[in-house]
C-alpha cells in the first residue's frame, strides 16, 4: 500500500487564526434508515461511537460520526483503517437498504484554531455563526466561499473544516486570506490572541 498523501501536503498558515491541513482522513459516508438498531451497530462496529443526533457529531477526526442528513452520517476513522471500518459495516448492515462509500480520498480536512474561529468563519459562511446558533459539537453543513463545506467547533478556539479534494487549495487560500492579521472583526471575539 503506497504512503497516503493528503491533498496539500500538511499546508499550514499562522494568522490572527491558524489554518492547517489536517492530513489524510478516513471517511465513509452511509447512507440507509436512520435511526435503527443496525445503523447503530454498523456505526459502532466501523467507529466505536454511537449515531449522532440530528445536526451533532460523535467523537471526532480520529474516529467519529457525524449526522449529514436525515439518512445519511459521515464516519471518520484512521485513513489506514477505512476498509476495515467500511468491511464492518457491511457485515453489521448485511440484509439491510443502504449505500456506504469510501470517500477519504475525495475528501479534504482543514483544523482553525485560534480564539477568533467563529469570526473567521462568519466572514466565509451564511451560516449564523453566534453561539446560541451554532453550539459547540453541531455538525453544519453550509458553503463557504463558493463550496459545499461541513465544519463544527469542538471548543471556542478549535473547529473543522471538511470540504471536497478537487477544492483544497481554493479553502485553503480563502481560509488563509480571511485569517491575515489585521483582518480581525473583533464581533464574536473581543479580544484576537
Not at 469570526?119 to 459562511?125: G, S, T
Not at 453550509?142 to 463545506?149: D, L, M, V
Request: one cysteine or more; hydrophobic letters at 45%; proline letters at 5%.
Amino acid at each position: 500500500m503506497s504512503d497516503p498523501q493528503s491533498a496539500l501536503t500538511g499546508a499550514v498558515y499562522q494568522g490572527y487564526v491558524k489554518v492547517a491541513e489536517a492530513g489524510a482522513q478516513g471517511m465513509l459516508t452511509l447512507r440507509g434508515d436512520l435511526p435503527s438498531a443496525a445503523m447503530a451497530e454498523a456505526v459502532k462496529a466501523a467507529t466505536g461511537q454511537s449515531v449522532p443526533a440530528a445536526r451533532q457529531i460523535e467523537g471526532g477526526l480520529g474516529t467519529g460520526a457525524a449526522w449529514a442528513s436525515p439518512d445519511e452520517l459521515l464516519l471518520f476513522c484512521p485513513y489506514g483503517a477505512s476498509a476495515e471500518a467500511f468491511r464492518h459495516v457491511g457485515k453489521a448492515l448485511e440484509g439491510n437498504h443502504f449505500l456506504a462509500a469510501d470517500v477519504s480520498d475525495a475528501r479534504a480536512v482543514f483544523t482553525l484554531e485560534g480564539s477568533a474561529i467563529r469570526d473567521l468563519l462568519a466572514k466565509l459562511c451564511p451560516a449564523d455563526m453566534s453561539p446560541d446558533a451554532l453550539p459547540l459539537g453541531e455538525y453544519r453543513r453550509s458553503h463557504i466561499g463558493q463550496i459545499a463545506a461541513a465544519f463544527w467547533l469542538e471548543s471556542e478556539s478549535k473547529a473543522t473544516v471538511v470540504c471536497f479534494r478537487s477544492v483544497a487549495a481554493y479553502m485553503f487560500d480563502l481560509l488563509k486570506t480571511a485569517a491575515e492579521p489585521g483582518g480581525e472583526l473583533r464581533y464574536f471575539a473581543p479580544t484576537v490572541t
